[in-house]
C-alpha cells in the first residue's frame, strides 16, 4: 500500500524531496508543511529548476499551514514524517514538540537536516518511534516562494537512529530508501549513519559558517586569498580528528581530501551552501547543530580545534546580529 507521507518544511529540501516522491507516491498522498510559500505552494505547487532533472519541473501536493491542519485533514495519520526544516529554535517550543500531533504508532519520523548529534531530542520525546536519520548531498536553493533551484547531484544517505534498531525500524527505513531511488536519487541504507554524518559534516562544519561568514559561494572562498583552500583544508581536519575521537578512524585525511575536491572540482563560482542562503536572507543560522555540538563533542575529548572554535564564535555573532533589531545594528557612533 503506498504511504502517506508529511513534509514539515516546504522549503528548498522539502520541495525536491516532495518532487522526488510523487515518482512513486500520489501526490494526493504527500502533504507539506508550508509557512511564507503557502500561498504559492497550494495554487501552484513547486517548480524544480534541476540541472539532474530539469527544468520547470512541476510538483503539486498537499498544502498545509501547519501540523495541526494537517492532522484534522488526515486523522488517520502518515507512515512518513520528514522534517525539512532549518535545525534552529524559534520561539519556545522545540521542533520535536511541533511534531507531535502528526506522530503515531504507525509513523516513522525521517530526519532530513544537517549537523552532529540532531537525532537525540526526538529520541527522548519519542522513545518508541522509528527514527531514520538522513544525510543528504543536494544542493538547493529557494530562489522565490515555490521555486527551487538545485544543482550537481541528488544522493542520500539513511540509517536508522539508533543503529541497532528493531527490524520493524530498520525496514521502514529501507523502503523510504527505495522510494527515493524510484524518484531518481541515489540512495543508500547505512548500518550506522552516523559515520556519514560525520563525513558530511567535514563539508558543513567548514564551508556553511565559512560561506555564510563570507558571503561568497564555496569554489569563490577557495580562491579568495593564496591561503584559503589550506585553510579550509586545516578546518576540515580538525572536524576529521574529532570524528576519530569518537570512534569513527574511518574518517582520515584521504576523507578529507574527498570533501574539499567537491567543492575544487566545482565550476565557479560553485554553490551556496544553506547556511549562506540564510545569511543573506537575515534568517537565523543553523550554528548550533552544525558547529556548535561539533565542538562540544572536541571538548569532551580534549581534542584541540582552534579554527572550528574561532568559526564558531564568529558565526554565532552573526546569528545573534540576525535576531537584533536593525535599529540597534551599530547605528550610534558613540
Ligand atoms: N539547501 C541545501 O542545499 C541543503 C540543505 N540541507 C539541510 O536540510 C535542512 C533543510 O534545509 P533547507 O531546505 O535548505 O531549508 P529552507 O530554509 O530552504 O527551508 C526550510 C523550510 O521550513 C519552513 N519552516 C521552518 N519552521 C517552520 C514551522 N515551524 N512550520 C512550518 N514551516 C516551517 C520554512 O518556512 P519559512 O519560509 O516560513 O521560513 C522553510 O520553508 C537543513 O538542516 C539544511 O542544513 C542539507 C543538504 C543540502
Ligand atoms: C554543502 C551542501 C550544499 C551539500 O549538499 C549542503 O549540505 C548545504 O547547503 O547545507
Known amino acids: 500500500m503506498s504511504p502517506r507521507v508529511l513534509i514539515f518544511g516546504g522549503g528548498s529540501i522539502g520541495a525536491v524531496l516532495a518532487y522526488l516522491l510523487s515518482k512513486s507516491i500520489a501526490a494526493s498522498d504527500i502533504v507539506v508543511v508550508c509557512r511564507s510559500n503557502y500561498d504559492v505552494v497550494a495554487t501552484h505547487g513547486f517548480t524544480i529548476n534541476s540541472t539532474v532533472f530539469g527544468m520547470n519541473e512541476n510538483v503539486k501536493p498537499i498544502a498545509v499551514r501547519s501540523v495541526t491542519e494537517a492532522v484534522q485533514a488526515y486523522p488517520d495519520g502518515f507512515d512518513y514524517v520528514c522534517v525539512a526544516t532549518k535545525a534552529v529554535v524559534n520561539g519556545t517550543i522545540s521542533q520535536p514538540e511541533l511534531i507531535k500531533p502528526v506522530v503515531s504508532a504507525k509513523t516513522t519520523i525521517v530526519l532530513m537536516q544537517n549537523g552532529i548529534n540532531i537525532e537525540e531530542p526526538y529520541r527522548a520525546l519519542f522513545p518508541d518511534t522509528a527514527i531514520a536519520s538522513v544525510v543528504i548531498y543536494m544542493p538547493c536553493t529557494q530562489t ?147 558547529v556548535g555540538n561539533t565542538l562540544r563533542i572536541a571538548q569532551s575529548h580534549g581534542v584541540d580545534v582552534p579554527r572550528l572554535e574561532t568559526i564558531y564564535y564568529l558565526a554565532k555573532g552573526l546569528d545573534m546580529s540576525f535576531a537584533i533589531p536593525e535599529a540597534l545594528l551599530g547605528g550610534s557612533k558613540n
Not at 187 to 208: F, M, P
Not at 259 to 272: A, D, I, K
Open 144 to 290: 522565490a516562494p515555490g521555486v527551487v533551484s538545485h544543482t550537481v547531484y541528488a544522493k542520500f544517505l539513511l540509517g536508522t537512529y539508533p543503529a541497532k534498531s528493531t527490524s520493524e525500524h530498520k525496514t521502514s527505513t529501507a523502503r523510504f530508501v527505495e522510494f527515493l531511488k524510484q524518484g531518481g536519487a541515489s540512495a543508500v541504507h547505512e548500518e550506522d549513519i552516523q559515520l556519514a554524518r560525520w563525513t558530511k559534516l567535514i563539508v558543513n562544519g567548514s564551508q556553511n559558517p565559512i560561506c555564510a561568514l563570507s558571503r561568497l559561494r564555496d569554489v569563490q572562498f577557495l580562491g579568495a586569498a593564496p591561503g584559503a583552500a589550506s585553510f579550509t583544508r586545516n578546518l576540515m581536519s580538525e572536524i576529521a580528528s574529532i570524528a576519530r575521537a569518537e570512534g569513527y578512524s574511518e574518517v582520515d585525511d584521504s576523507v578529507v581530501e574527498r570533501q574539499l575536491e567537491l567543492s575544487t572540482s566545482r565550476v565557479p563560482p560553485g554553490v551556496e551552501p544553506s547556511m549562506m542562503a540564510d545569511a543573506l536572507s537575515g534568517q537565523r543560522l543553523e550554528v548550533e547543530s552544525i
